[in-house]
């Protein structure tokens, strides 16, 4: 039996004139229709509306329902059914409602693995997308490549961009971490300190920085001191600070997981007030209010975001509109519970990507889970270069490199002032650029 | 002279395998894939229960030799090119090296001790698997499908991407680990682990060392466990460190309690039920788990050997 979410429901009824029209003159109302692009809904919608329905696209969502990855999966399914919705709302893809059909993998390769055989084989869904854990990711990859079937993961790893994957892997909707770390190095060594001691996960999330990070600061002119990895068993991290070395102008701290709060509360305890500059990747909080008891140790730290939790951060009608659309208040967490804090910097990744299978799937004139079908989208999608900003996009703009199937975007620095996340920088897409190491294209289909 | 039901023990179980073979051509794509993957999980707990099942000893340390498998056949495949049937037989090498330096270690501990014994040489490997990253890639792990080349045979070639060459490896790896595990049980090997199971001092007293017994059996278990990871990785493509963690221990446990331990096919019906009462369960609710929970329970209250040990206890004294 297949599990149907919200989106699902909506795409299954048929779409009324009324309730086209009025969806449109919603966003029509709210100035934000199209984007640089030219994309425009009204135009989805009169085409939809005057099409008899019609079979929907299944897209199978792999979603970390349980498991490690379990809170950023909670608010990828919503981010990804209110972006499904609202496509089906502005007359679907081709004229074709959405239809998602989500399967938890539980934060397990093995399962992972299982879930886009099910997805493929069993729910013949015509894409998958949605992954964000990078095990899972890696684990999962080779059966969409031996199942042919286009999967478009939402992780920020840098698996995708490195060549190791294949051709009917995608990253259209979140940069990666090579990026974004070489997109923040610039401010990082020209604003808190050249002498920089790095404190990362003994694992895959905290290599791609400790490589990253390792080869951009001394290209900038700055030293990495010292590059401590911490067991991801591990508890307490007192005796990791006691080996920063003392000349260490800034911190870089990308700890994940439930151990966050001892780590910033030994920290705290270690330095004091006489503590280097800090900074931090936002991973480490996503779902985790920043008034946290044990977190004021954080006031005046900086972090990275991909997409500033606090609104005002970057304030654009499609960032609001967005905003509002997902159910995340000012503060970043959900409208109907305060208390339940969104992962702001990595969920709308979710929504941007089912906007990029929309596109490629009109543009490239896809019907069928058919061989010829699914050459035509993904040699469509290698061609797109840029994905413009607008309610499809509000992260910002995104230049698409076809090479490597990954999307570079803009990225955010924040202070923690007064228990909140302030916007100080916004890097340009030129900063996270580096050369394609790879190239998918070169692979048969 | 042969013990009665002999053939109808050898004829039951060559049976299964027919069975399995000729299911691939009725069953949806979707449940021969699913098949495919049961059997070669079905293996490891072949390997468990010989352990478990004959020689008494409960091990939580098997995910160590379950991963040496997949990460010998992984890494030699991906850093120096070897094929698929040699990287088949480094990873069973390899466990069974990692299986005879295990036994030598841990088998001095019994009960409890053992199983936190050999518990904790596993959590030390799986640590291991993530310090030495820059090999292992750690937790992230890493694919080998451009690295493989295709299995040839016969002057053709079988490309591992193919659902029909998944299974016929699968079923014909399972066949050989369950045949060689009936085979043993019904051995005079096997004979004297039941013994050292029920009563390991008479079993000296009969002039038998339980310490070699147990170290073959173990041997034995670690190998096959060593085979099935070998094998997953060579259909699937990835090894991580995830397959080493605890959990990986637990689950053969698991699929032999449900399916029975100590009996041949216990080990393939529990693989089998409890895959798929996740998948369906997944696919009702998010809380998937505690329908597994209540499904296990339930089992266990109707069989509490076990569905093959039930079968055995109630209708079928015959069965191994």
Not at chain 2, 93 to 106: F, R, W
Not at chain 2, 137 to 144: A, L, N, P, R, Y
Not at chain 2, 225 to 254: D, N, Q
Request: glycine residues 10%.
């Amino acid at each position: 039996m297949e599990h149907v979410s919200e989106g699902t429901r909506v795409a299954s009824e048929k779409i009324s004139r009324r309730a086209a029209i009025k969806a449109a003159g919603a966003l029509v109302g709210a100035g934000i229709v199209g984007g640089v692009g030219g994309f425009s809904p009204a135009a989805s919608v009169s085409r939809a509306a005057a099409q008899p329905a019609r079979t929907p696209i299944k897209i199978g969502f792999q979603v970390h329902r349980t498991g490690i990855g379990a809170v950023y999966g909670r608010w990828y399914e919503r981010t990804a059914t209110a972006a499904a919705t609202l496509i089906n709302e502005m007359g679907g893809i081709a004229g074709r409602p959405i239809q998602l059909v989500p399967e938890d993998d539980g934060t397990d390769p093995r399962r992972g693995a299982e879930v886009v055989e099910k997805l493929a084989v069993h729910h013949k869904v015509d894409f998958i997308y949605g992954t964000l854990f990078s095990h899972v990711v890696i684990a999962s990859a080779p059966r969409a490549g031996e199942l042919k079937i286009p999967y478009f993961v939402v992780s920020e790893g840098y698996h995708v961009a490195s060549g190791k994957l294949n051709r009917y892997v995608f990253q259209p909707g979140i940069t990666d971490v090579r990026a974004q770390v070489t997109g923040i190095s610039g401010w990082l060594v020209k604003n808190l300190g050249k002498k920089i001691t790095m404190i990362f996960p003994d694992y895959a999330f905290g290599y791609d920085h400790r490589d990253f990070l390792g080869r951009a600061v001394p290209a900038l002119g700055g030293t990495i001191q010292a590059r401590l990895a911490i067991p991801p068993t591990e508890t307490s991290f007192s005796k990791y600070f006691a080996r920063v070395p003392a000349d260490t102008e800034v911190l870089y701290h990308v700890m994940v997981g439930p151990g966050v709060l001892t780590f910033v509360k030994e920290m705290g305890e270690h330095f004091g007030a006489r503590r280097p500059q800090i900074f931090g990747f936002i991973d480490s909080l996503e779902g985790v209010d920043l008034a946290s008891p044990g977190l004021e140790y954080l006031e005046g730290t900086h972090f990275w975001e991909a997409f500033p939790r606090y609104a005002g951060g970057y304030p654009t009608p499609h960032e609001r509109f967005y905003r509002d659309r997902v159910g995340v208040n000012d503060a970043g967490a959900s409208v109907r519970d305060p208390k339940d804090v969104s992962t702001y910097s990595h969920m709308f990744g979710c929504w941007e990507t089912l906007f990029v299978i929309k596109q490629a799937v009109e543009q490239s004139g896809y019907r069928d889970p058919t061989p010829k079908d699914y050459r035509a989208l993904i040699e469509t999608l290698e061609e797109v270069q840029w994905f413009n900003e607008g309610i499809q996009h509000p992260q910002g703009p995104k230049k698409f490199v076809g090479q490597i199937h990954q999307s570079f975007g803009q990225q955010f620095i924040s202070k923690v002032e007064n228990r909140r996340l302030k916007v100080v920088h916004r890097t340009k897409i030129e900063d996270s650029l580096y050369p394609p190491e790879a190239d998918y294209r070169k692979q048969p289909l | 002279m042969r013990r009665p039901g002999a053939r109808a023990v050898w004829a039951l179980h060559l049976a299964v395998i027919l069975l399995l073979l000729g299911l691939q051509v009725v069953v949806p794509p979707f449940h021969q894939i699913m098949l495919a993957r049961i059997m070669v999980l079905a293996v490891y707990a072949i390997g468990y229960n010989v352990l478990l099942g004959y020689a008494g000893l409960m091990s939580l340390g098997h995910a160590m030799l379950f991963a040496s498998g997949m990460y010998a056949t992984g890494l030699t495949i991906l850093y120096f090119g070897v094929g698929a049937g040699a990287a088949f037989g480094l990873g069973v090498l390899a466990s069974a090296v990692m299986a005879t330096a295990l036994g030598l270690v841990t088998l001095r501990a019994s009960r409890v001790s053992f199983l936190i014994v050999t518990m904790m040489f596993s959590q030390a490997f799986y640590l291991a698997t993530l310090y030495f990253n820059e090999i292992t890639m750690g937790d992230q792990g890493f694919i080998i499908s451009g690295q493989l080349a295709p299995l040839r045979a016969g002057g053709r070639e079988f490309a591992f991407s193919d659902p029909a060459v998944k299974y016929n490896l699968a079923l014909v790896v399972f066949a050989l680990c369950l045949m060689l595990s009936v085979w043993l049980t019904r051995s005079p090997i096997g004979r004297v682990l039941v013994g050292v199971r029920e009563n390991e001092e008479r079993t000296r007293l009969l002039g038998y060392n339980p310490l070699s017994y147990k170290l073959l059996a173990l041997i034995a278990s670690g190998t096959i466990a060593g085979a099935s990871g070998s094998l997953y990785t060579l259909m699937f493509s990835y090894v991580g460190s995830s397959f080493a963690s605890i959990l990986y221990s637990i689950y053969p446990l698991l699929w032999t309690l449900l399916g029975g331990t100590g009996t041949t096919l216990g080990p393939l019906l529990g693989t089998a039920l409890m895959t798929y009462v996740v998948d369906i369960a997944s696919g009702l609710t998010s809380s998937y788990l505690l329908l597994v929970g209540a499904t296990l329970l339930i089992l266990i209250m109707w069989f509490p050997a076990g569905v093959m040990g039930g079968i055995r206890t109630r209708w079928a004294r015959w069965l191994p």
